[in-house]
């Protein structure tokens, strides 16, 4: 199970999400949807531990994320991005 609670996070200039709460339930299929700049990508970086919370929590598997070693964050979720950018240095 994949949990926010009161989740507050965003960027330099503000907070993107404000007070954010759901609970993905395992075995459930859930759609994220919004206009652009809604806060999806954040809410999904938050869930990751790529973005800094600036309040509130994210349970994975009924632990905070913050616990967690980032491998053994990593074997329970994954991000797969839309665009993938290859760059090799070694030519």
Known sequence: MI????ISC???EADVLQ????CLK???F???IGPNGAG???LLYAIL????????AVWVC??????YHRIELARLISYGPQEVVFQFDYL
């Open 10 to 12: 965003g960027y330099s």
């Open 3 to 6: 949990e926010t609670r009161n």
């Open 40 to 42: 999806k990508s954040t």
């Open 26 to 28: 395992p075995d459930s």
């Open 62 to 67: 009924g632990k905070d994320i913050r616990s």
């Open 49 to 56: 531990g790529f973005v800094k919370l600036g309040s509130g």
């Open 19 to 22: 007070n954010l709460s759901l």
């Open 30 to 32: 859930s759609v994220l």
